[in-house]
């Protein structure tokens, strides 16, 4: 099965950095919009930010300032640079292209010590 994999969480404390990865399958990665969204425990999973083919990011408002969306073609992996983090970040990070969803992989772990 065509899977997602999501890696680069770990434990931070308010105002660290950490930088996503999710590598994708090469085949339709370069057509693709992609995003990241979050899961906070009890919470239903959230879009923090996407990636069009063309290159235009869109962030949610948490997000905004904070976080830049990136993408390597040739690695079909997008990125999630983390900035100045919050205890509110905290929660399990997937990636998935919204428009042509993937089963969804396994999401990486990010929490954010206050």
């Known amino acids: 099965q065509v899977q997602l994999v999501e890696s680069g969480g770990g434990l931070v404390q308010t105002g660290g950095s950490l930088t996503l990865s999710c590598v994708a399958p090469l085949r339709r990665f370069s057509a693709d919009t992609m995003a990241w969204y979050r899961q906070g425990a009890g919470k239903q999973r959230e879009l923090v930010a996407s990636l069009t083919s063309e290159g235009k990011a869109n962030y949610a408002d948490s997000a905004k300032g904070r976080f830049i969306v990136s993408r390597d073609i040739n690695k079909a992996t997008v990125y999630l640079q983390m900035n100045n983090l919050e205890p509110e970040d905290t929660g399990v990070y997937y990636c998935?292209?919204?428009?042509?969803?993937?089963?969804w992989g396994q999401g990486t772990q990010v929490t954010v010590s206050s």
């Open positions: 998935n292209a919204p428009m042509n969803p993937y089963q």
